[in-house]
């Protein structure tokens, strides 16, 4: 499996803990817990998922840059 698929696979994993953690946020903040903790949960995976994200955003454009190098040497 290439880097590429591994990067996509993590990012799809953070994206799913941080949509169970802003539910989580939701709902303290709905039953009035005034847990600090829990607001700052949803920045443990938004941070890696932030950085995966600019690497998949980046990567056509990357592969693109490549690929016209390619073609003008041949």
Same mark, same amino acid.
């Given at each position: 499996?290439?880097?590429?698929?591994?990067?996509?696979?993590?990012?799809?994993?953070?994206?799913?803990?941080?949509? &169970? !953690?802003?539910?989580?946020?939701?709902? *303290?903040?709905?039953?009035?817990? %005034?847990?600090?903790?829990?607001?700052?949960? /949803?920045?443990?995976?938004?941070?890696?998922? &932030? !950085?995966?994200?600019?690497?998949?955003? *980046?990567?056509?454009?990357?592969? %693109?840059?490549?690929?016209?190098?390619?073609? /003008?040497?041949?």
């Amino acid at each position: 499996m290439s880097t590429h698929m591994w990067v996509r696979q993590i990012h799809r994993w953070l994206s799913m803990a941080f949509t &169970l !953690a802003v539910i989580a946020n939701i709902v *303290a903040m709905t039953m009035q817990v %005034q847990a600090v903790w829990i607001g700052f949960l /949803a920045l443990v995976p938004l941070i890696p998922l &932030l !950085a995966t994200g600019l690497y998949l955003f *980046a990567l056509p454009y990357l592969g %693109q840059h490549t690929g016209a190098r390619s073609e /003008a040497s041949s």
